[in-house]
T-cell receptor, first 114, second 112 residues
Framework: AQSVTQLGSHVSVSEGALVLLRCNYS??????LFWYVQYPNQGLQLLLK??????LVKGINGFEAEFKKSETSFHLTKPSAHMSDAAEYFC????????????FGTGTRLTIIP | ETGVTQSPTHLIKTRGQQVTLRCSSQ?????VSWYQQALGQGPQFIFQ???????GRGNFPPRFSGLQFPNYSSELNVNALELDDSALYLC???????????FGDGTRLSIL
Protein backbone atom coordinates (compact mmCIF):
# COMPACT_ATOMS: atom_id res chain seq x y z
CA ALA A 1 0.00 0.00 0.00
CA GLN A 2 1.08 3.52 -0.69
CA SER A 3 0.58 6.60 1.41
CA VAL A 4 1.75 10.17 1.81
CA THR A 5 2.00 12.27 4.93
CA GLN A 6 1.91 16.03 4.75
CA LEU A 7 3.46 17.63 7.79
CA GLY A 8 1.60 20.75 8.85
CA SER A 9 -2.03 21.23 7.93
CA HIS A 10 -1.54 25.02 7.96
CA VAL A 11 1.54 26.98 6.94
CA SER A 12 1.83 30.77 7.01
CA VAL A 13 4.66 32.70 5.38
CA SER A 14 5.26 36.37 4.68
CA GLU A 15 5.09 37.66 1.14
CA GLY A 16 8.56 37.30 -0.38
CA ALA A 17 9.65 34.61 2.06
CA LEU A 18 10.59 31.01 1.30
CA VAL A 19 7.74 28.53 0.98
CA LEU A 20 8.42 24.99 2.23
CA LEU A 21 5.65 22.39 2.26
CA ARG A 22 6.59 18.95 3.52
CA CYS A 23 5.59 15.58 2.10
CA ASN A 24 6.84 12.13 3.06
CA TYR A 25 5.79 9.03 1.20
CA SER A 26 5.56 5.32 1.81
CA UNK A 27 5.67 2.92 -1.12
CA UNK A 28 6.73 -0.68 -1.67
CA UNK A 29 7.52 0.01 -5.32
CA UNK A 30 9.28 2.94 -6.99
CA UNK A 31 6.80 5.76 -6.62
CA UNK A 32 5.59 8.46 -8.89
CA LEU A 33 4.96 11.64 -6.92
CA PHE A 34 2.87 14.70 -7.61
CA TRP A 35 2.02 18.07 -6.12
CA TYR A 36 -1.38 19.55 -6.87
CA VAL A 37 -2.80 22.95 -5.88
CA GLN A 38 -6.46 23.67 -5.17
CA TYR A 39 -7.89 27.18 -5.11
CA PRO A 40 -11.24 27.80 -3.40
CA ASN A 41 -14.19 26.26 -5.21
CA GLN A 42 -11.97 24.76 -7.89
CA GLY A 43 -10.54 21.39 -8.81
CA LEU A 44 -6.92 20.33 -8.59
CA GLN A 45 -4.20 21.78 -10.78
CA LEU A 46 -0.97 19.88 -11.34
CA LEU A 47 2.08 21.82 -10.12
CA LEU A 48 4.75 19.24 -10.87
CA LYS A 49 5.46 15.53 -11.07
CA UNK A 50 8.36 13.18 -10.33
CA UNK A 51 8.67 10.23 -12.69
CA UNK A 52 12.12 8.78 -11.87
CA UNK A 53 14.10 11.09 -14.11
CA UNK A 54 15.76 14.11 -12.48
CA UNK A 55 15.39 14.22 -8.70
CA LEU A 56 14.91 18.00 -8.72
CA VAL A 57 11.65 18.74 -10.47
CA LYS A 58 10.61 22.20 -11.61
CA GLY A 59 6.95 23.02 -11.93
CA ILE A 60 4.68 25.90 -12.74
CA ASN A 61 4.48 29.23 -10.90
CA GLY A 62 8.08 29.01 -9.67
CA PHE A 63 7.59 25.89 -7.55
CA GLU A 64 10.03 23.00 -7.39
CA ALA A 65 10.39 19.78 -5.43
CA GLU A 66 13.25 17.41 -4.72
CA PHE A 67 12.86 13.65 -4.52
CA LYS A 68 15.03 12.22 -1.73
CA LYS A 69 14.83 8.44 -1.61
CA SER A 70 16.96 8.15 1.54
CA GLU A 71 14.51 10.41 3.39
CA THR A 72 11.37 9.21 1.53
CA SER A 73 10.54 12.87 1.04
CA PHE A 74 9.25 15.09 -1.74
CA HIS A 75 9.08 18.57 -0.25
CA LEU A 76 7.70 21.50 -2.25
CA THR A 77 9.53 24.83 -2.24
CA LYS A 78 9.31 28.29 -3.75
CA PRO A 79 12.01 30.91 -3.11
CA SER A 80 9.69 33.90 -2.79
CA ALA A 81 6.02 33.68 -1.84
CA HIS A 82 3.40 35.70 -3.67
CA MET A 83 -0.08 36.56 -2.47
CA SER A 84 -1.53 34.48 -5.31
CA ASP A 85 0.12 31.35 -3.84
CA ALA A 86 -2.49 31.22 -1.06
CA ALA A 87 -4.28 27.90 -1.62
CA GLU A 88 -4.50 24.26 -0.50
CA TYR A 89 -1.63 22.03 -1.60
CA PHE A 90 -1.83 18.26 -1.94
CA CYS A 91 0.97 15.75 -2.30
CA UNK A 92 0.01 12.51 -4.05
CA UNK A 93 1.63 9.18 -4.93
CA UNK A 94 0.90 6.52 -7.53
CA UNK A 95 2.77 3.40 -8.55
CA UNK A 96 2.54 4.00 -12.27
CA UNK A 97 2.71 7.15 -14.29
CA UNK A 98 -0.46 8.77 -13.00
CA UNK A 99 -2.91 6.24 -14.41
CA UNK A 100 -3.18 4.04 -11.42
CA UNK A 101 -5.05 5.57 -8.55
CA UNK A 102 -3.62 8.64 -6.89
CA UNK A 103 -3.32 8.47 -3.11
CA PHE A 104 -3.43 11.96 -1.64
CA GLY A 105 -2.24 13.46 1.59
CA THR A 106 -4.58 15.46 3.77
CA GLY A 107 -3.37 18.75 2.36
CA THR A 108 -1.59 21.87 3.59
CA ARG A 109 -3.32 25.22 3.58
CA LEU A 110 -0.83 27.96 2.69
CA THR A 111 -1.54 31.47 3.92
CA ILE A 112 0.52 34.42 2.72
CA ILE A 113 0.96 37.32 5.13
CA PRO A 114 1.20 40.74 3.43
CA GLU B 1 -7.87 22.27 -25.98
CA THR B 2 -11.00 21.73 -23.86
CA GLY B 3 -10.32 20.70 -20.28
CA VAL B 4 -12.28 18.39 -18.02
CA THR B 5 -15.81 19.61 -17.43
CA GLN B 6 -18.23 18.39 -14.78
CA SER B 7 -21.95 18.90 -14.30
CA PRO B 8 -23.77 20.01 -12.33
CA THR B 9 -21.57 22.26 -10.20
CA HIS B 10 -23.81 22.00 -7.15
CA LEU B 11 -26.50 19.54 -6.15
CA ILE B 12 -28.71 19.10 -3.10
CA LYS B 13 -30.35 15.75 -2.37
CA THR B 14 -32.01 14.05 0.57
CA ARG B 15 -31.09 10.77 2.23
CA GLY B 16 -32.13 7.70 0.29
CA GLN B 17 -32.24 9.43 -3.08
CA GLN B 18 -30.11 8.59 -6.10
CA VAL B 19 -27.78 10.95 -7.97
CA THR B 20 -25.90 10.97 -11.28
CA LEU B 21 -22.86 13.16 -11.82
CA ARG B 22 -21.36 13.73 -15.25
CA CYS B 23 -17.88 14.30 -16.59
CA SER B 24 -16.54 15.17 -20.02
CA SER B 25 -12.92 14.21 -20.34
CA GLN B 26 -10.23 16.35 -21.88
CA UNK B 27 -9.86 15.96 -25.62
CA UNK B 28 -7.72 12.92 -26.50
CA UNK B 29 -8.00 11.33 -23.05
CA UNK B 30 -9.30 7.76 -22.75
CA UNK B 31 -9.13 7.22 -18.99
CA VAL B 32 -11.41 8.73 -16.37
CA SER B 33 -11.03 8.55 -12.60
CA TRP B 34 -13.45 9.69 -9.91
CA TYR B 35 -12.51 10.96 -6.47
CA GLN B 36 -14.49 11.98 -3.39
CA GLN B 37 -13.17 14.92 -1.36
CA ALA B 38 -14.83 15.40 2.00
CA LEU B 39 -14.54 18.80 3.64
CA GLY B 40 -11.02 19.39 4.93
CA GLN B 41 -9.67 16.13 3.49
CA GLY B 42 -7.65 15.01 0.52
CA PRO B 43 -9.42 13.35 -2.41
CA GLN B 44 -10.16 9.62 -2.07
CA PHE B 45 -10.09 7.36 -5.14
CA ILE B 46 -13.47 5.88 -6.03
CA PHE B 47 -12.79 4.10 -9.33
CA GLN B 48 -11.25 4.43 -12.75
CA UNK B 49 -12.56 3.64 -16.23
CA UNK B 50 -10.43 2.83 -19.25
CA UNK B 51 -12.05 2.28 -22.64
CA UNK B 52 -15.47 1.74 -21.03
CA UNK B 53 -14.27 -0.88 -18.53
CA UNK B 54 -13.73 -0.44 -14.80
CA UNK B 55 -9.98 -0.44 -14.21
CA GLY B 56 -9.53 -0.29 -10.46
CA ARG B 57 -11.73 0.59 -7.52
CA GLY B 58 -11.12 2.14 -4.15
CA ASN B 59 -12.75 1.32 -0.83
CA PHE B 60 -16.28 2.42 -1.71
CA PRO B 61 -19.48 0.34 -1.45
CA PRO B 62 -21.28 -1.03 -4.52
CA ARG B 63 -23.91 1.73 -4.35
CA PHE B 64 -21.19 3.85 -6.00
CA SER B 65 -21.18 2.84 -9.65
CA GLY B 66 -20.02 4.32 -12.91
CA LEU B 67 -20.08 4.26 -16.65
CA GLN B 68 -17.78 5.38 -19.41
CA PHE B 69 -19.17 6.05 -22.87
CA PRO B 70 -17.57 5.54 -26.31
CA ASN B 71 -16.65 9.24 -26.42
CA TYR B 72 -14.84 8.67 -23.06
CA SER B 73 -17.23 10.83 -21.07
CA SER B 74 -18.31 9.31 -17.79
CA GLU B 75 -21.01 9.16 -15.14
CA LEU B 76 -20.84 8.52 -11.42
CA ASN B 77 -24.01 7.12 -9.89
CA VAL B 78 -24.68 6.93 -6.18
CA ASN B 79 -27.73 5.09 -4.83
CA ALA B 80 -29.32 5.26 -1.39
CA LEU B 81 -27.58 8.51 -0.50
CA GLU B 82 -26.28 8.91 3.04
CA LEU B 83 -25.34 12.05 4.94
CA ASP B 84 -21.66 11.09 4.73
CA ASP B 85 -21.86 11.22 0.93
CA SER B 86 -21.81 15.00 1.19
CA ALA B 87 -18.57 15.98 -0.53
CA LEU B 88 -16.90 17.45 -3.58
CA TYR B 89 -16.77 14.83 -6.34
CA LEU B 90 -13.85 15.26 -8.70
CA CYS B 91 -13.38 13.75 -12.11
CA UNK B 92 -9.93 13.44 -13.66
CA UNK B 93 -8.97 12.34 -17.15
CA UNK B 94 -5.72 11.17 -18.69
CA UNK B 95 -4.31 9.37 -21.69
CA UNK B 96 -3.17 5.97 -20.54
CA UNK B 97 0.50 5.26 -20.36
CA UNK B 98 2.15 8.62 -20.45
CA UNK B 99 0.27 11.51 -18.86
CA UNK B 100 -0.76 12.66 -15.39
CA UNK B 101 -4.41 13.14 -14.47
CA UNK B 102 -6.13 16.44 -15.18
CA PHE B 103 -8.99 17.42 -12.89
CA GLY B 104 -12.29 19.17 -13.39
CA ASP B 105 -13.68 21.72 -10.93
CA GLY B 106 -15.92 19.13 -9.30
CA THR B 107 -19.55 18.72 -8.30
CA ARG B 108 -20.41 19.71 -4.76
CA LEU B 109 -23.05 17.31 -3.44
CA SER B 110 -24.95 18.14 -0.27
CA ILE B 111 -27.19 15.57 1.42
CA LEU B 112 -29.92 16.83 3.74
Amino acid sequence: AQSVTQLGSHVSVSEGALVLLRCNYSSSVPPYLFWYVQYPNQGLQLLLKYTSAATLVKGINGFEAEFKKSETSFHLTKPSAHMSDAAEYFCAVSDRFGNEKLTFGTGTRLTIIP
Amino acid sequence: ETGVTQSPTHLIKTRGQQVTLRCSSQSGHNTVSWYQQALGQGPQFIFQYYREEENGRGNFPPRFSGLQFPNYSSELNVNALELDDSALYLCASSFSGNQPQHFGDGTRLSIL
